[in-house]
C-alpha cells in the first residue's frame, strides 16, 4: 500500500505562487497515476490535476494554463505547480495515487491530511 504526505501550503497573495508536494512512502508509486484534488470549506471535493505513470497530464479547466504537474520518480514525490493564484484557489489540497487516472474523488476511500492554501485578495 502506498502511503502519501502532502506538503508545502502556505498563505500567499492573489497572484503569487506556490509547490506542492506530494511524497510517497511504503512502496513507490511509479507505476501509479497520482492526482490532486481541493475541497475549499462548504464544497465538494474536486480534481485538480492528475499524472499517469506515462506522464500525461490532465487539468481541471479552472487551473489549465495556471498550474503544472509533474513527477520525479527518483524521489517518489508529485509536485503541483500553482502559479497566478487566485482567492477562488482557496482549499486544503490533497493527493492520492491511482492504478488510472480518475478524475472523481468518490473513487477514493482514503484521504491523507492534505496541505492548506490560502490566497488573499
Known amino acids: 500500500q502506498v502511503h502519501v504526505v502532502e506538503s508545502g501550503g502556505g498563505l500567499v497573495q492573489a497572484g503569487g505562487s506556490l509547490r506542492l508536494s506530494c511524497a510517497a512512502s511504503?512502496?513507490?508509486?511509479?507505476?501509479?497515476?497520482v492526482g490532486w484534488f481541493r475541497q475549499a470549506p462548504g464544497k465538494e471535493r474536486e480534481f485538480v490535476a492528475a499524472?499517469?505513470?506515462?506522464?500525461?497530464?490532465y487539468y481541471a479547466d479552472s487551473v489549465k494554463g495556471r498550474f503544472t504537474i509533474s513527477r520525479d520518480n527518483a524521489k517518489n514525490t508529485v509536485y503541483l505547480q500553482m502559479n497566478s493564484l487566485k482567492p477562488e484557489d482557496t482549499a486544503v489540497y490533497y493527493c492520492?495515487?491511482?492504478?488510472?487516472?480518475?478524475?472523481?474523488?468518490?473513487?477514493?476511500?482514503?484521504w491523507g491530511q492534505g496541505t492548506q492554501v490560502t490566497v488573499s485578495s
Open positions: 511504503g512502496r513507490t508509486f511509479t507505476t501509479y497515476a
Open positions: 499524472i499517469s505513470w506515462g506522464q500525461s497530464t
Open positions: 492520492n495515487p491511482s492504478g488510472i487516472v480518475t478524475t472523481r474523488a468518490t473513487d477514493f476511500g482514503v
